[in-house]
């Protein structure tokens, strides 16, 4: 082997999946209901039975749920060969999106190529694309009959295990399917290293990371994925640096740290010193009115106020950003899983950052306003109005922080309510994984991402969406939508880490949460196993603790 010639082992796991539905078809092709055949790996001469296209037609694949991976075509012998691109395909997130031309209400081809042409011969076998889809359609180009043996989706995913699990049948156990659905959507962005979308966005971007790594923790434990993650976040950017270009990101990379080490217990190189170098930029960004000035630390970014996208251009983006801040600090001057120095440095700067900024009516703002705020009547106020119009308002990215805060100053009935109207809205419109956004009211009077719009009816997915998520350019699997899993385990469930690796846990579920239920948390030291039981007339909390972790209520 040439000496300066690198080599990657796959560790990632490829299965072939066949569809679960024809969900349309052009008249043309004879047989579609071959294609739900079982799936052979070898691509035979004889294969039976065939799907036959008699010249130009296409037909939409349905695999059931949302996968990433690649579309696999095993064709039989034409009966005429004809040059030029002869396939066509497009990978859709929903119904509608497969059927969509490049510029059509956003569809497009960003990170990954998603809709293009080709030519494929008779005898063949191979495979296109690396996307994320749950509908394929195929284009047949040319005047010409097509034999096809097989077209399968090629599913390419982590091996981790889901240990991790809540369920609450009070309700049919509907929280229990926003559990796992949020689990899965993760699951699917366990890829190189921890992706945020697996259509678009398959990067690793720090702030969309932290919902991504607290879930991952709790519903599938330490996987390496997640010190791969840092580690990679530690090699590429050299401070002083606002990484991805965004000042509030350097905010979440501290909350990463600081979860990353609670959790696991392990360390880093480097990672304490770049926590250090992380609330030194931003000590340098301090005014003396008790705000913040990015400006100075002559870094360049891209966006200052950059909280989340409802929030940009917006005179509240820099309040969300404030907000957050203070609430990194805290953590990381209260809980300790640092040394000495981060915690006094961490409270030098949080003591500097004076301001109290006016109320913005955004519900992920005043949810952080809340939980760093030392007033009680702002916390209870505040509690009032994140519980007013239940779901409407809720942020995908930070639902967890609205839910906490909640949950937290005394509505845990309400933020239980919340988390399965908005999760609910995703699922009854058909979602196999969580979407980049989702705003409640785009429920009203539009189709499931699984069927074509009735007239006067909106389209789920192109119609809705605003900056980056316009459309169908709109991820509908999007990591960083999964805080609903660490709202339950922790406020919930109450489990509170307190010790490094789970090594002290703190059981103190949040009161008002009078219905049963049952959350098993994958530790180091083995599972934790929770319990909300009826006794009589009163509900009671059991929970079951490995050896080598001290628990306190």
């Known amino acids: 082997m040439n000496e300066r010639q690198t080599t990657i082992k796959e560790e990632r796991i490829k299965e072939y999946l066949t569809p679960v539905r024809i969900a349309a078809a052009s008249p043309n092709v004879y047989n579609a209901e071959a294609l739900l055949a079982p799936f052979e790996k070898q691509n035979f001469f004889k294969a039976s039975p065939l799907c036959e296209v008699r010249g130009k037609g296409y037909v ?20 005429e060969i004809k040059s030029g691109d002869n396939f066509r395909i497009r990978f859709g997130e929903s119904l509608s999106e497969t059927c969509a031309e ?6 497009g081809n960003d990170h990954s190529t998603r809709d293009f042409c080709f030519y494929m011969s008779s005898n063949s076998d191979m495979e296109w694309g690396n996307s994320g889809f749950r509908f394929l359609r195929v284009d047949f180009l040319l005047d010409q009959t097509y034999l096809i043996n097989r077209i399968a989706a090629g599913f390419i995913h982590t091996n981790a295990v889901q240990k991790g699990s809540f369920s609450a049948p009070a309700h049919g156990d509907d929280i229990g399917r926003i559990y796992d659905t949020a689990a899965y959507t ?4 366990m890829q190189n290293l921890l992706w945020d979308g697996i259509k678009r966005d398959q990067h690793l971007w720090v702030g969309d990371l932290y919902p991504e790594l607290t879930g991952i923790f709790f519903a599938y434990g330490n996987v390496k994925i997640l010190r791969e993650s840092i580690e990679g976040l530690l090699s590429h950017y050299k401070m002083p640096a606002w990484y991805n270009e965004i000042p509030a990101y350097n905010i979440w990379f501290m909350l990463c740290a600081n979860d990353f080490v609670k959790y696991s217990g392990e360390e880093i190189a480097g990672l304490e010193q770049a926590v250090l170098e ?12 008790g705000g913040l000035d990015f400006d ?6 891209w966006c200052a106020d950059f909280f989340e996208w409802p929030c940009k251009d917006t005179p509240y983006g820099k309040t969300g950003v404030y907000f957050l801040l203070k609430y990194a600090l805290q953590k990381l001057a209260g809980e300790k899983f640092f040394g000495e120095e981060v915690a006094s440095k961490a409270a030098a700067l949080l003591e500097k950052l004076t301001l109290n900024p006016p109320f913005t009516g955004v519900k992920s703002i005043e949810a952080l306003r809340a939980l760093t705020c030392g007033d009680e009547a702002i916390k209870k106020e505040t509690a009032r109005f994140l519980k007013r119009d239940g779901a409407k308002g809720c942020s995908v990215f930070l639902i967890y922080f609205i839910l906490k805060a909640l949950a937290e100053n005394g509505e845990g009935a309400a933020a239980m309510s919340v988390a399965r109207e908005y999760y609910g809205g995703m699922l009854d419109k058909g979602a196999t994984t969580f979407w980049e956004n989702f705003d409640i009211e785009w429920c009203e009077n539009s189709c499931r991402i699984d069927e074509f719009p009735a007239e006067n009816q909106k389209d789920i997915h192109g119609d809705f969406g605003a900056h980056c998520y316009r459309g169908f350019r709109h991820s509908l699997c999007h990591g960083w939508s999964s805080g609903v899993i660490l709202f339950l ?5 109450g489990v509170r880490v307190t010790g490094k690796g789970f090594s002290k846990i703190r059981l103190a579920p949040v009161p008002g949460i009078n ?11 083995g599972e934790i196993l929770v319990r909300r ?3 009589g007339k009163e509900f009671r909390t059991e929970c079951i603790v490995p050896k080598g972790i001290e628990t306190r209520g």
């Open 278 to 289: 992380n609330i030194a930029l931003f000590s340098s960004c301090a005014e003396e009115n």
């Open 60 to 79: 939409i694949l349905d695999f059931g749920k949302e996968i990433y991976g690649t579309a696999r075509i095993q064709t039989n012998r034409y009966s």
């Open 489 to 493: 385990a922790e406020c919930v469930a």
């Open 186 to 189: 993760l699951y699917l962005n």
């Open 533 to 535: 039981v009826l006794a």
């Open 296 to 301: 100075k630390a002559g870094c360049e970014y």
């Open 102 to 107: 490049i510029g059509e209400k956003g569809a």
């Open 515 to 525: 219905e049963p239920f049952e959350c098993r948390v994958p530790a180091p030291q």
